[in-house]
């Protein structure tokens, strides 16, 4: 009888024991799963709604914390990120873009002439020419002081590069004859133009003098899968050019690539990398060049060196932004044939600040991370909206 009694306390004490490691084991899993969604709840950024537009802006960019727009009615202005409206004044017949020259603080919009502007967006001087328009890189801004623009020609699509001082007294002109519908150009601080033609041949415009090395053409056997070529500047002087898109052939028994040549300031071949998907999107910055592509995001030295890559998860890396504080990634996905985008926000240690996720309205949102604060807006139409923590 004692031994059943003992072992009947074994067996109820056994109950207990395992009765309080399942209480634990259940508090500990609510404890997580809370946490969990705590951790979750931070990380989602917050949208706050700035501003209603009357019409949808052509352009923006941010000035410190501020948000600056450009419209199809000629329109400047300055909104903060209350919404409070800091500037708004009628520059031109239309604003194609806004470039901000942070050396002096002054800006320099693109209309159907070239408006400069300074700290206080009082005009200092207009540059534009008949049956000429603005034409994209629009402006560089060279050591010295003086500043480029670019143009084209409505005639015969010809670009002209005018060479004006700080004073704005134009000190040269210099014709390119049309390069194609599809090619394009970069300037650098000493005032050297490279260009790249739609069929791969790359040049050099120092002055009134030409640079052409043999075998510099990007072109190959797989010519007529790749279009769209860009080029541009880094630091040092080094030039890195290539082809934007890729159409891959389903039939072609040949594995296409995308191939990214880094040259040197002489068009000296430095090195060469692929990519196996179109690029979305290039951002090219003091000590490096950034490449968005359908497979990832791409991060290169000006020698073409790789620095860091990550790799395509889920949806589809579009574009990259970044500041002194922080770093923007924006990829973009489907369902139910609407396309939504991601956004996370980190810091330039890599931590995560936060995501942000959302279908939009409109195809093409305009999105500009704030110039120096852990935050970034969103123009979607005439909507602006900030994100943040």
Do not use: W
Not at 23 to 42: H, M, N, Q, R
Not at 357 to 373: G, M, T
């Amino acid at each position: 009888m004692k031994k059943k009694l003992e072992k009947k306390k074994r067996k109820n004490i056994k109950h207990i024991v395992i009765a309080l490691l399942v209480s634990l084991v259940i508090i500990l899993s609510g404890a997580f799963i809370s946490y969990k969604l705590l951790t979750l709840k931070e990380s989602i950024l917050t949208e706050t709604h700035v501003k209603s537009l009357s019409e949808n802006p052509t352009c923006a960019i941010s000035v410190g914390d501020n948000l600056l727009i450009g419209n199809a009615q000629g329109y400047v202005a300055l909104f903060s990120p209350t919404g409070e409206s800091k500037f708004i004044k009628k520059i031109d017949e239309k604003v194609f873009g806004i470039v901000h020259n942070k050396s002096n603080n002054s800006f320099i919009v693109a209309c159907t002439s070239y408006h400069v502007l300074d700290e206080n967006f009082k005009e200092l001087c207009k540059i534009g020419f008949e049956n000429f328009i603005p034409k994209d890189p629009y402006v560089a801004f060279l050591e010295n002081g003086d500043m480029m623009f670019v143009f084209q020609s409505l005639k015969d699509l010809s670009y002209q590069i005018v060479r004006v001082n700080s004073a704005c007294k134009v000190v040269s002109k210099n014709v390119i004859p049309d390069m194609g519908q599809n090619s394009s150009l970069a300037i650098n601080s000493s005032g050297n133009v490279a260009l790249a033609l739609e069929n791969g041949d790359l040049y050099i415009l120092s002055g009134d003098k030409i640079l052409k090395q043999d075998h510099t053409t990007l072109k190959n056997s797989m010519s007529s899968y790749v279009n769209s070529i860009f080029v541009n500047f880094l630091n040092g002087g080094n030039i890195v050019s290539g082809y934007r898109n890729l159409v891959v052939d389903p039939t072609a028994k040949e594995k296409l690539s995308l191939k990214v040549v880094f040259f040197s300031n002489q068009l000296v071949k430095q090195n060469t990398v692929e990519f196996s998907s179109s690029i979305n999107n290039i951002l090219p910055l003091q000590n490096k060049i950034v490449f968005s592509t359908s497979s990832g995001f791409y991060f290169y030295n000006s020698n073409g060196e790789l620095l860091n890559s990550i790799p395509k998860i889920d949806n589809i890396p579009y574009a990259y932004f970044e500041n002194s504080l922080t770093q923007l990634f924006l990829y973009k996905g489907e369902n139910n044939d609407k396309n939504y985008y991601q956004l996370i926000l980190k810091e330039n240690n890599g931590k995560e600040i936060g995501r942000f996720v959302k279908i939009f309205n409109i195809d093409n949102p305009i999105f500009v991370l704030s110039q120096n604060s852990k935050s970034f807006y969103v123009i979607e139409g005439t909507e602006i909206t900030l994100i943040q923590k």
